[in-house]
């Protein structure tokens, strides 16, 4: 009897996240059962290639949300699983894991109103803090996502860590930090530091299925335009 979480359905769901085109890749892992699919999209989160990666995390939105439509509580058990992978007793790092929190709540409002707490708590010092350099990316990464639909979400205290990043060594960080502040709705350009505005470092955002190379300085100044980069 074959396994139900076997090789060729890993190989099956790899194929798929190459798919061009952002629709057509969701609806072939749609064909996927989704007890299946979970559990293969979590290993695609530590690819390599940061595009295979992003773009499984941006399927594992799409399917924890449909899941918690049909069953809150195996919803609840993917979201518990991605806070586990961020645990430090899990002996892992977690890659992608705040990043796909972010795309499952933006996508599923009723999953938000339990777990948005706990992913604004992986930024606060008081909470429970990411202290990983490179996984603050994915903190920034997934609360600047979640607030693409949740604008008015941003508490006091989250939106001071937030300008706080604006003034960090990693030009990806300030850069995440400017899209979660603009996501929010909060981007005042005549507030932002000025290293902010002139800042020429270029870097890779994810919008929807592909990259972009951006300049931050023009993320910035595209805040007159009140762009959002869910």
């Excluded at 695609?44 to 439509?69: C, N, P, T």
Aim: net charge neutral.
């Amino acid at each position: 009897m074959k396994k139900p979480y076997g090789r060729k359905t890993k190989q099956k769901v790899g194929k798929i996240l190459l798919e061009p085109h952002r629709e057509t890749a969701m609806e072939m892992l749609r064909q996927i059962p989704d007890e299946q699919l979970v559990g293969h999209l979590f290993s695609h989160f530590y690819h390599k290639d940061e595009l295979i990666k992003f773009r499984s995390i941006a399927a594992m939105g799409v399917l924890g949300s449909r899941v918690g439509q049909k069953n809150m509580e195996k919803a609840r058990i993917i979201l518990r699983r991605i806070m586990w992978n961020l645990n430090d007793e899990s002996g892992g790092i977690g890659w992608g894991s705040p990043e796909a929190m972010g795309e499952i709540l933006y996508h599923s409002p009723e999953l938000a109103l339990e777990f948005k707490s706990i992913l604004f708590s992986y930024l606060d010092p008081d909470g429970n803090y990411i202290e990983h350099k490179a996984l603050q990316r994915g903190v920034l990464w997934g609360i600047g996502t979640y607030l693409g639909s949740n604008p008015r979400d941003l508490n006091e205290k989250t939106k001071g860590l937030l300008f706080g990043y604006l003034h960090s060594s990693d030009p990806v960080k300030r850069g995440y930090a400017v899209r979660a502040l603009m996501n929010a709705r909060c981007f005042d350009c005549s507030l932002v530091p000025e290293n902010i505005m002139t800042d020429n470092h270029y870097i890779d955002v994810f919008n929807n299925w592909n990259f972009t190379a951006i300049r931050i300085s023009d993320m910035a100044l595209s805040c007159e335009n009140q762009e959002i980069f869910a």
